[in-house]
C-alpha cells in the first residue's frame, strides 16, 4: 500500500482545532482509495517562541524536508508580532522549499450566500496563481535616523527574471490544463516604476509562448473593483506575492468562502515538499471553544492530495464538502449560521467521503 | 467678487468631455454663491508627448503654481506607456505642489444599484485618505543583467517619519472634523518586514495623540475582502500610496459608483495647488463619442469647492448629483443603464443646482 509521509503542523489557535477534522477526512479517503497517510506532528508555534525565543527549532527546516507534504494550521498570535512568527517560519518554508507557486481558488460554493447580488454557482470559479518567493515580500531594507525626525525606510522588492518567468509559465500551464486558455495579469505598471513595467515586459514574453492562451492585464486597483463587479470574466490570474495575496483574500471575500478558502503553496517540481494550509488565520477570537469552521483545512488537503497524485481523491472531498454545505440537514458551525462544532462538520463531510 | 484662478487640465480621452459640464456647473454654482472661476486651459496629454516628446513643457509646472487649484481630466493613452504619461505629468504634480493627501470618498448614492447586497445609502459613507507622494511608487531602483537569465529589477519603497506622520495626523483631524472619531490603518506587517512595521509604529505614535479617536487596523488582503463583506465598518481609511490606490478604487467598486467617483489631491497647507479630478480614467474605448459619464468630474469640482473654502456650494453640488440620479426622469449616460449624452447629463445637474 502506497504511504505518504505528511509533516502535521497546526501552529496557533483554531489550527489546532481544524487540523484533526482535515486528518480524519484524510484516513477516510486514503481507505477508499488504497493509500495510507503517516502523520509526524510539529508543535511550532508561537507558544514555542515565547519558550525558546524562535518559532521552530534551528534544524527545523531539515526536519520537514523529506516529507511528502507540509499540512499547515494557522501561524499568528497575540502579543507575537506577526513579522516575526511569519518570518519565523511560514515564510522560510515557503522559500527554503522553492514554493514559488501560492494557489487560491475562488469558487461560489452552493449553499454559501456571498456579499455579491446575482450571482449563482459556476459564475465565479477561477485560481489565484500568486508568486510566493520573492517580490515584495522582502527583507531587504532597513531603517535610517531612527527616533529622529529625519527618521525613514526603505524596503525593496526584488523581481528576477527567474522568479518571474516560472510563476507565469505556471498560470499559463494551468489554464492550459484547466481547458480555459485566458490568463489575467495583475500589474501596476502605472505607479511602480521598476518593478511592474519589467513584470508587464516578461508577462508579455512568456504570453508570446502560448499562442492559444488569451492574455489581458489590468492594473491591481481597477482589478480588485473587477474582482468585485465581474468576477465571471476571470479564469486565471497571476500576480506578484504582494497582488496575489490581496486578489486571494478578495476574492474568497467576493464568494463569501473567505473562512473555509484553501490555499497550496507549491513546488512543482516537487523537489521539496509543498504545504497545504486554509486562508484564514488562527483567530483568537474563537480559538479554544471547538466552533472553527474546518472547511478551509481539509479542503487544503483536498488540493494536498491533488498535488500527490490522488486528484480522484481531492474531487471527491471537494465534492463531500459541497454536498454537506448544501444539505440543510448537515451540521454548520456558527460562521455558516449554525451551533455545530468543529467536529460535528468534520465528521459530517468524512460520512459523505 | 472673489475671483478663483484654475488651471484646467482635460488631458486624454474623454477627460476632453467631461471637463466642460464641470466648468458648467462650476459657472452656475459660482453664480449662485457670488463668486467668479477664471479658467487657464492647459492641452497638456499624451498628444503633447507624441509631438514634442514630453507630456508636458519644461517650465509646466511654474505655469501651474500660482492657480488656486488644478481641475484635471484624465491621463493616458494607448501607445504611450502608462508610466511615462504618468510620470511626465500627473506625478510631478502630485509631488511637486506636496499634495500629499489623496481624498477619495466611498459612499453608495441613492439611485445607483450597488454589486453588493442588502445595502442602503447612508450603510456605506466613508473616507480613504491616500498617502500621495512617496512609499511604493516610487523611481528608486532599477535593473541589473538586463536581457540575461540572471536578470533582477529592484524596486525600493521610501516611507519616512516626515511623510508618514502628516498622512496619518491628517487622517486623524479628519475623522474629528467629520464627528466621525475611528481611523483604520491599512497595512501588512506580516509579510512586508521593514516599511510596515514602521507603518504601524508611526500609527500607534499618531494614535496616541488623539485619544478621543477609536483605532483598528488590518492587513490590506482582509481589508480588502472587509470591504466588500462589511464596508460599513469604515469611516476614515488611511493608507500608504500603493494600499490607498488599491482601496479606492475598490471602495467605488463596491459601491457601484467607480465611474462617478471623484477625488482629491491635497496640499492641506494651500502653500500649493491642489488637484481634483475623476477617479476613472481617460476610457479609450468610448472617447470621443460624447457619451461619457461627467459626474466624477462634476463631483471632482465640488470637492474643490470644499478645499477652496466653499463648503455649502461644494454640498449644494453633491446635492445636485444626487437629485439627479434618483430623478428617474433625469438624463441618464449609457453607464448608468440610459441613451443621454455627457452634454444632457452636465446640463441637468447645472440646472439641479
Ligand atoms: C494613473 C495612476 C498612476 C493613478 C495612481 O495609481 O495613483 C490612478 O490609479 C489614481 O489612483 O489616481
Ligand atoms: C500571514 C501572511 C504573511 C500571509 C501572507 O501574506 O502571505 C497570509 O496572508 C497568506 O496569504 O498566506
Same mark, same amino acid.
Given at each position: 500500500?502506497?504511504?505518504?509521509?505528511?509533516?502535521?503542523?497546526?501552529?496557533?489557535?483554531?489550527?489546532?482545532?481544524?487540523?484533526?477534522?482535515?486528518?480524519?477526512?484524510?484516513?477516510?479517503?486514503?481507505?477508499?482509495?488504497?493509500?495510507?497517510?503517516?502523520?509526524?506532528?510539529?508543535?511550532?508555534?508561537?507558544?514555542?517562541?515565547?519558550?525558546?525565543?524562535?518559532?521552530?527549532?534551528?534544524?527545523?527546516?531539515?526536519?520537514?524536508?523529506?516529507?511528502?507534504?507540509?499540512?499547515?494550521?494557522?501561524?499568528?498570535?497575540?502579543?507575537?508580532?506577526?513579522?516575526?512568527?511569519?518570518?519565523?517560519?511560514?515564510?522560510?518554508?515557503?522559500?527554503?522549499?522553492?514554493?514559488?507557486?501560492?494557489?487560491?481558488?475562488?469558487?461560489?460554493?452552493?449553499?454559501?450566500?456571498?456579499?455579491?447580488?446575482?450571482?449563482?454557482?459556476?459564475?465565479?470559479?477561477?485560481?489565484?496563481?500568486?508568486?510566493?518567493?520573492?517580490?515584495?515580500?522582502?527583507?531587504?531594507?532597513?531603517?535610517?535616523?531612527?527616533?529622529?525626525?529625519?527618521?525613514?525606510?526603505?524596503?525593496?522588492?526584488?523581481?528576477?527574471?527567474?522568479?518571474?518567468?516560472?510563476?507565469?509559465?505556471?498560470?499559463?500551464?494551468?489554464?492550459?490544463?484547466?481547458?480555459?486558455?485566458?490568463?489575467?495579469?495583475?500589474?501596476?505598471?502605472?505607479?511602480?516604476?521598476?518593478?511592474?513595467?519589467?513584470?508587464? +515586459?516578461?508577462? !508579455?514574453?512568456?504570453? #508570446?509562448?502560448?499562442?492559444? @492562451?488569451? /492574455? =489581458?492585464?489590468?492594473?491591481?486597483?481597477?482589478?480588485?473593483?473587477?474582482?468585485?463587479?465581474?468576477?465571471?470574466?476571470?479564469?486565471?490570474?497571476?500576480?506578484?506575492?504582494?497582488?496575489?495575496?490581496?486578489?486571494?483574500?478578495?476574492?474568497?471575500?467576493?464568494?463569501?468562502?473567505?473562512?473555509?478558502?484553501?490555499?497550496?503553496?507549491?513546488?512543482?517540481?516537487?523537489?521539496?515538499?509543498?504545504?497545504?494550509?486554509?486562508?484564514?488565520?488562527?483567530?483568537?477570537?474563537?480559538?479554544?471553544?471547538?466552533?472553527?469552521?474546518?472547511?478551509?483545512?481539509?479542503?487544503?488537503?483536498?488540493?494536498?492530495?491533488?498535488?500527490?497524485?490522488?486528484? +480522484?481523491?481531492? !474531487?471527491?472531498?471537494? #465534492?463531500?464538502?459541497?454536498? @454537506?454545505? /448544501? =444539505?440543510?440537514?448537515?451540521?454548520?458551525?456558527?460562521?455558516?449560521?449554525?451551533?455545530?462544532?468543529?467536529?460535528?462538520?468534520?465528521?459530517?463531510?468524512?460520512?459523505?467521503?
Amino acid at each position: 500500500m502506497q504511504q505518504y509521509e505528511l509533516a502535521v503542523l497546526p501552529g496557533d489557535g483554531i489550527g489546532n482545532e481544524v487540523m484533526p477534522e482535515a486528518l480524519r477526512v484524510l484516513d477516510v479517503v486514503g481507505a477508499k482509495y488504497g493509500v495510507r497517510f503517516a502523520y509526524q506532528h510539529f508543535d511550532w508555534s508561537c507558544e514555542t517562541y515565547k519558550s525558546t525565543g524562535a518559532m521552530m527549532p534551528a534544524d527545523g527546516l531539515d526536519r520537514l524536508r523529506d516529507h511528502d507534504s507540509i499540512l499547515l494550521g494557522a501561524v499568528g498570535w497575540p502579543g507575537v508580532p506577526d513579522h516575526i512568527s511569519l518570518w519565523g517560519l511560514l515564510l522560510p518554508i515557503r522559500r527554503e522549499f522553492d514554493q514559488y507557486v501560492n494557489l487560491r481558488p475562488v469558487r461560489l460554493l452552493p449553499g454559501v450566500t456571498p456579499p455579491v447580488r446575482d450571482k449563482q454557482p459556476g459564475d465565479i470559479d477561477f485560481w489565484v496563481v500568486r508568486e510566493n518567493t520573492e517580490g515584495e515580500y522582502s527583507q531587504l531594507g532597513g531603517r535610517q535616523g531612527e527616533g529622529t525626525p529625519t527618521e525613514m525606510v526603505l524596503q525593496t522588492a526584488a523581481f528576477t527574471r527567474h522568479g518571474t518567468d516560472r510563476i507565469m509559465r505556471y498560470a499559463f500551464e494551468l489554464a492550459r490544463r484547466l481547458g480555459k486558455p485566458h490568463v489575467t495579469s495583475a500589474t501596476k505598471s502605472n505607479g511602480i516604476y521598476h518593478s511592474m513595467p519589467y513584470w508587464d +515586459e516578461r508577462f !508579455a514574453a512568456i504570453a #508570446s509562448e502560448y499562442p492559444d @492562451v488569451t /492574455v =489581458d492585464q489590468d492594473h491591481i486597483d481597477i482589478l480588485c473593483a473587477r474582482f468585485v463587479m465581474s468576477p465571471e470574466r476571470f479564469d486565471v490570474v497571476v500576480a506578484s506575492n504582494l497582488f496575489g495575496d490581496i486578489l486571494s483574500d478578495l476574492g474568497p471575500g467576493v464568494t463569501g468562502t473567505i473562512g473555509v478558502a484553501p490555499s497550496g503553496n507549491i513546488n512543482p517540481e516537487r523537489t521539496y515538499p509543498s504545504t497545504f494550509e486554509p486562508v484564514h488565520g488562527s483567530a483568537p477570537d474563537i480559538a479554544g471553544r471547538g466552533i472553527a469552521n474546518p472547511i478551509g483545512q481539509i479542503w487544503s488537503a483536498a488540493m494536498m492530495l491533488d498535488h500527490l497524485g490522488l486528484p +480522484e481523491a481531492g !474531487a471527491d472531498v471537494v #465534492s463531500a464538502i459541497e454536498r @454537506v454545505l /448544501v =444539505d440543510e440537514t448537515a451540521p454548520r458551525t456558527p460562521d455558516l449560521g449554525g451551533g455545530a462544532t468543529t467536529q460535528d462538520l468534520g465528521k459530517a463531510i468524512a460520512e459523505a467521503v
